[in-house]
T-cell receptor, first 111, second 112 residues
Framework: EDQVTQSPEALRLQEGESSSLNCSYTVSGLRGLFWYRQDPGKGPEFLFTLYSAGEEKEKERLKATLTKKESFLHITAPKPEDSATYLC????????????FGKGTKLTVNP | NAGVTQTPKFRVLKTGQSMTLLCAQD?????MYWYRQDPGMGLRLIHY???????AKGEVPDGYNVSRLKKQNFLLGLESAAPSQTSVYFC???????????FGNGTRLTVT
């Protein structure tokens, strides 16, 4: 069974304190790994797609990396506006009906 | 550009009542999806559509029906609401397979 596990469930950082979120997965034939950001009361907002091990993507203070078993979302010098829940999803062979979401990591950045 | 719009934003139903949630997208996307999000659980797919006039079951389809009569609209119906259907419902659209999903801002449904 395809599974996605995100850790930690919650993370509290001070402004400027860099850290990483983890997304470990088991899927037969990864077709893509997606990172989304979700603010309270809003729908998930797309951040990155990674397709193969070794791939990296960056956007402002965020950097996503991918290995054969897990992905990391690195947050460098975070600001309070980075506070959100970060969701990871993996796509198994097939269409997007095969997208499996993790439960998310709730990040809080204190000023 | 509105993107994906969901109506209503909030709704309270009594057990046994019916309702329809509307999702509209203005990006001319082929694929559309309905998810539910519950505390402590990931997003779970209810139903999806790969084009106008098509629908298919997802992971948790029981108690729901859908229709896609127009390409831009995807409707989710509850014929006889149950407390277990209390959740936040998200609609998403997608341009092509493997491209990112675009989500609406959700409908919070409470069934008493």
């Amino acid at each position: 069974e395809d599974q996605v596990t995100q850790s930690p469930e919650a993370l509290r950082l001070q402004e400027g304190e860099s850290s990483s979120l983890n997304c470990s997965y088991t899927v037969s034939g990864l077709r893509g790994l997606f990172w989304y950001r979700q603010d309270p009361g809003k729908g998930p907002e797309f951040l990155f797609t990674l397709y193969s091990a070794g791939e990296e993507k960056e956007k402002e203070r965020l950097k996503a990396t991918l290995t054969k078993k897990e992905s990391f979302l690195h947050i460098t010098a975070p600001k309070p506006e980075d506070s959100a829940t970060y969701l990871c999803a993996v796509q198994a062979p097939g269409g997007s009906e095969k997208l499996v979401f993790g439960k998310g990591t709730k990040l809080t950045v204190n000023p | 550009n509105a993107g994906v719009t969901q109506t209503p934003k909030f709704r309270v139903l009594k057990t046994g009542q019916s309702m329809t949630l509307l999702c509209a997208q203005d990006m001319n996307h082929e694929y559309m999806y309905w998810y539910r999000q519950d505390p402590g659980m990931g997003l779970r797919l209810i139903h999806y559509s790969v084009g106008e006039g098509t629908t298919a079951k997802g992971e948790v389809p029981d108690g729901y029906n859908v229709s896609r009569l127009k390409k831009q609209n995807f409707l989710l119906g509850l014929e006889s609401a149950a407390p277990s259907q209390t959740s936040v419902y998200f609609c998403a659209s997608q341009n092509q397979m493997r491209s990112p999903l675009h989500f609406g801002n959700g409908t919070r449904l409470t069934v008493t």
